[in-house]
């Protein structure tokens, strides 16, 4: 997973527009109530949250690299998150881990993976796919979001000369943004070589206008160049990256769907 820092608290705030995104994945995965899923990079619990209302009796097993999205995924979820010390299935709602995905390991396999706005945040896809193809039982399905091939490219293209220019320069000398924008048709031969038997994948654009633009950009999408730079200049990067949006702010998504069965 990426090494990003995340703060928890914030993206709980102002994720709204990600957890619109996540909910109408949400609503295509059909569930009868009693299974067992992963929830593959959980943030903060917003879509944990609705998958576990879906699921009476059965249980998630929220999954996320950060340790502040997994507090802040607890202080959302309260009574639903229940200790688990015998794994899957143990009758724990919600079962939250600190967990990189491409180290998952469980001890039973599960009946399928739910993942919103977190697989662009991790390099190698095969052995992501591989991964979460271990985890699965025959037949279990991996339904998926995450920013694909042209994901904020406009957003980019107006934010290059800022980086360029002093005082900012000198800290993006070598700087590679953290994202794995893939197209459909690799991920759907990826996901095969990983020994899925089945697998769509579709682009979908999916254009953001987050209320609070400042702590959204900030929090999200340009996390990786707020923490590129000392303390010192992250507002007055945030302020010229804002002087030249235009109004109202909006975030050019474009998402990949991946709808996978083992």
């Given at each position: 997973?990426?090494?990003?820092?995340?703060?928890?608290?914030?993206?709980?705030?102002?994720?709204?527009?990600?957890?619109?995104?996540?909910?109408?994945?949400?609503?295509?995965?059909?569930?009868?109530?009693?299974?067992?899923?992963i929830?593959?990079?959980?943030?903060?619990g917003r879509?944990?949250?609705?998958l576990a209302?879906?699921?009476?009796?059965?249980?998630?097993?929220a999954?996320?690299?950060?340790?502040s999205?997994?507090?802040?995924?607890?202080?959302?979820?309260?009574?639903?998150?229940e200790p688990?010390?015998?794994?899957?299935?143990?009758?724990?709602r919600?079962?939250?881990?600190?967990?990189?995905l491409l180290?998952?390991?469980c001890?039973?396999?599960v009946?399928a993976?739910?993942?919103?706005?977190t697989?662009?945040?991790?390099?190698?896809?095969?052995l992501?796919?591989?991964?979460?193809r271990a985890?699965?039982?025959?037949?279990?399905?991996l339904?998926a979001?995450?920013?694909?091939?042209?994901?904020?490219?406009?957003?980019?293209?107006?934010?290059v000369?800022?980086?360029?220019?002093?005082?900012f320069?000198?800290?993006?000398?070598?700087f590679?943004?953290?994202?794995?924008?893939a197209?459909p048709?690799?991920?759907?031969?990826?996901l095969?070589?990983?020994?899925?038997?089945e697998?769509?994948?579709?682009?979908?654009e999916?254009p953001?206008?987050p209320?609070?633009?400042?702590?959204?950009?900030?929090?999200?999408?340009?996390?990786p160049?707020?923490?590129?730079?000392p303390?010192?200049?992250?507002?007055?990067?945030?302020?010229?990256?804002?002087?030249?949006?235009?109004?109202?702010?909006t975030?050019d998504?474009?998402?990949l769907?991946?709808?996978?069965?083992?």
């Amino acid at each position: 997973m990426s090494q990003r820092e995340w703060d928890g608290a914030s993206y709980d705030r102002i994720s709204g527009p990600m957890a619109a995104m996540g909910l109408e994945v949400l609503a295509r995965l059909q569930l009868n109530g009693d299974e067992v899923v992963i929830d593959a990079g959980c943030g903060s619990g917003r879509i944990t949250e609705a998958l576990a209302e879906r699921l009476p009796r059965g249980c998630v097993i929220a999954l996320d690299a950060s340790p502040s999205m997994i507090e802040a995924a607890r202080e959302r979820l309260g009574d639903l998150v229940e200790p688990s010390s015998n794994g899957a299935g143990a009758g724990a709602r919600v079962e939250l881990r600190v967990e990189d995905l491409l180290e998952l390991r469980c001890e039973e396999p599960v009946d399928a993976v739910f993942s919103t706005a977190t697989f662009h945040w991790i390099a190698d896809h095969d052995l992501l796919f591989s991964r979460l193809r271990a985890a699965l039982k025959p037949g279990g399905r991996l339904l998926a979001q995450c920013g694909g091939e042209g994901n904020i490219t406009q957003l980019r293209g107006r934010i290059v000369p800022i980086t360029r220019e002093a005082p900012f320069a000198e800290h993006f000398e070598g700087f590679e943004p953290p994202w794995n924008y893939a197209g459909p048709q690799q991920t759907r031969e990826r996901l095969l070589r990983a020994g899925f038997a089945e697998a769509r994948c579709w682009l979908k654009e999916a254009p953001q206008t987050p209320d609070d633009a400042r702590e959204f950009l900030s929090t999200i999408v340009l996390g990786p160049h707020v923490q590129q730079l000392p303390a010192e200049l992250r507002e007055r990067f945030m302020d010229e990256v804002l002087a030249l949006l235009p109004r109202p702010v909006t975030v050019d998504y474009v998402r990949l769907n991946i709808d996978a069965i083992a």
